[in-house]
């Protein structure tokens, strides 16, 4: 099974400042298909997960652009580049190469 | 607007089963594999099941294999999962989902 590891697990954050998560995989998540099925998500305290990224880089429909993916093979990265009051909540990569998995979470909170 | 709908949720005791529904509007849905996810309460994420688009390929995670089963009916645009000889662990909020929609959840409690 492929293993996906987020960093860090928890983040505090100022409000207007970037933040950063990273999310490693214990195998290359390239398919077959010569695409990387590896997405972002972000839940909310009491809400189910939305997508925000797809395929590392691609913003789902009405995802602000402040929010980029990033990264190829293994290793992978969510930015924020300026954090606002709503971003607080979980969250998660997920793969879909191999079957699907999902990072541990990392939780978002404000300074 | 892309909605997914589960109900099916309860208490059961545990050996039970329970059948999990859910409803999708707003999308083509024999165009699109569909997965079920669990959350256990206060975890993560897991992933349950998920099923290609004519129901010809079924995946699941090790821990329900034997026990759970996954379909679809495309002529209803509906996800289903039967759940038998449930554990207390399989306690969650299941997930109807679709690679860039979720459901709002629906609860499934094994307790004596």
């Known amino acids: 099974d492929i293993v996906l590891t987020q960093t860090p697990l928890s983040s505090p954050v100022t409000l207007g400042q970037p933040a950063s998560i990273s999310c490693r995989s214990s195998q290359s998540l390239v398919h077959s298909d010569g695409n990387t099925y590896l997405s972002w998500l972000h839940q909310r305290p009491g809400q189910p997960p939305r997508l925000l990224i797809y395929k590392i880089s691609n913003r789902f429909s009405g995802v602000p652009d402040r929010f980029s993916g990033s990264g190829a093979g293994t290793d992978f990265t969510l930015k924020i580049s300026r954090v606002e009051a709503e971003d607080v909540g979980v969250y998660y990569c997920t793969q879909a190469t191999q079957l699907v998995t999902f990072g541990q979470g990392t939780r978002l909170e404000i300074k | 607007e892309v909605q997914l709908v589960e109900s099916g949720g309860g208490l059961v005791q545990p050996g039970g089963s329970l059948r999990l529904s859910c409803a999708a509007s707003?999308?083509?849905?024999?165009?699109?594999?569909m997965s079920w996810v669990r959350q256990p309460p206060g975890k993560g994420l897991e992933w349950v099941a998920n099923i290609k688009q004519d129901g010809s390929e079924k995946y699941y995670v090790d821990s329900v294999k034997g026990r759970f089963t996954i379909s679809r009916d495309n002529a209803k645009n509906s996800l289903y999962l039967q759940m038998n000889s449930l554990r207390v662990e399989d306690t969650a909020v299941y997930y109807c989902?679709?690679?860039?929609?979720w459901g709002q959840g629906t609860l499934v409690t094994v307790s004596s």
């Open positions: 707003g999308l083509t849905f024999s165009n699109y594999w």
């Open positions: 989902a679709e690679s860039g929609h």
